[in-house]
């Protein structure tokens, strides 16, 4: 056996051993799930004297002081996340290039064929198994333990194990895929290739959004047609009412894995659908179901998967590139002999350019986060006006709070926050339901109303 075969089967048992401890992790039930029915605290009840913040402040007492306290604990726990899964990942591919193993992956993928695109295929897959099993210990630990710890994962260890194993084949070949034309591209286009392979990434993106829901999803959950018109009619009505062209509502069991609640509008034309997962039906109260709905179909509206795609990330991803450029060829004429990298054509250079990423990626964690936080608030804003919804809206953002911190301060908003707050999004359709209080008639003048009109 080779020193790096030992190493290899070494990290097989470490990753097994984990394996085991994590089995043992105590389960954790369901006891910080919130109500599923909307009650309208007294202070955001309709009536002359509604106050915002006092119709906020009454629907945060609704969370229990001990859930507060935990979703806090969850979420705060996730901002230190980020920065160790920074620093591991770092540190993995600082030990593949110093401890040459990529040099060696290299090696191999070039004894088993001659054949470049096949080599650079051979050695992405060996990268991206070995750098599976050496992110195993925090990945469990974040992905597993820490997700049972706090309540939210539904799954056994087997179960979960064999999610992640889909996501590595998964990450193979669409992955393998990618890098095949990159590095085609490089080779070809020594001195403009960053242009073409931010060009090429921008077109794979795309590609995988759209295939996405019908061919991606699918691997993991199964999702089925919504038949209860009940739960569909309103649903569809709402689309209509926004020229949304959907015919169908799906559902999705991502109650197989976690107990957080979600929907989303996705596809092109004719698989244009709206999914919503079992979690959301089953907790969720009809005006809940309908606030999630119409700040869905905000973001289908208000085309937001289009700017992005067309818009946000080409910048992003030229930018990328191009630092990616220049870190790379300075990188190289320091440490290129050292970690026996040929040059910028080389396959070895993966876990360096994965370094770099991930630093540009690290400092731009609060950039990424605005955009996709304004985006959602847009949304918000675009359900409270469709679904005229907002005690729904509220209830939404307190079932929400249990993965969530309800009360940042706008730093910690800024740089952490990929969704509006709790708070935030609370007092919003307070504030909505302030403008629009005709829409909710108090409840002891509708009484007096159906009383009078009674023989
Ligand atoms: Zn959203």
Redesign the pocket.
Known sequence: MTLHARALVALFVLFFCFAAAAQQAPSSNAANEMPSVTTVPPAAQPSPNFNVDAATEAYLAQIPASSRARSDAYFEGGYWLILWDFLYGAAICLLLLHLRWSAYMRNLAERITRFKPLQTFIYWAEYSVVVFILGAPLGIYEGYTRERQYGLATQTFGPWAWDQTKGLMINVLLGGLLVMLLFGIVRRLPRTWWLWGAVVTMLFLIFTVLIGPVYLQPIFNKITRLNDPKITQPILSLARANAIPVRDVYQIDASKQTTRMSANVSGFGQTMRITMNDNLLRRGSPEEIKAVMG??MG?YVLNHIYKDILLFLPIVIVVGFGLLKWSLDWSLKWWGGNWQIRGIGDIAIVPLVVLILSIFGFVMTPVFNTQTRT??RE?DMYGLNAARQPDGAAQGAIHLGEYRKMRPSSVEEFIFFD?PSGYGRIHRAMQWKAENLQLFEPQAAQESKTDSSAP
């Open positions: 700040h869905e973001h985006e959602e949304a969704h």
